[in-house]
């Protein structure tokens, strides 16, 4: 991108009206964002891997910065495909 600290971005030779196709892609749903939940893990448990030491949420999956979703809803959708991973998905343009 020309903006300043834009990063890189799409550009396009023609005109794309408002609601256009940009690129198709595919979506993983993720039918629960409290998937990407992280929590703090035991080690030394009794099954021999990793447990959950309790419901804290230590943070989340850097996965969801990637994700389209809405804060009253629990679906996700990850879009996964070579050709739209640097397209800004911004809302406030």
Do not use: W
Request: proline share 8%; charged share 20%; hydrophobic share 35%.
């Amino acid at each position: 991108s020309t903006l300043p600290h834009a990063g890189r971005g799409a550009f396009t030779r023609r005109f794309i009206s408002k609601g256009g196709l940009v690129a198709p892609l595919p979506m993983v749903h993720i039918s629960d964002r409290e998937l990407l939940n992280m929590y703090k893990l035991r080690q030394d448990s009794p099954r021999h891997f990793p447990e959950r030491e309790d419901d804290v949420v230590v943070g989340t999956q850097l996965l969801l910065n990637y994700c389209f979703g809405h804060p009253e809803s629990s679906l996700l959708l990850f879009p996964y495909s070579l050709s739209v991973q640097f397209v800004n998905h911004s809302q406030k343009r």
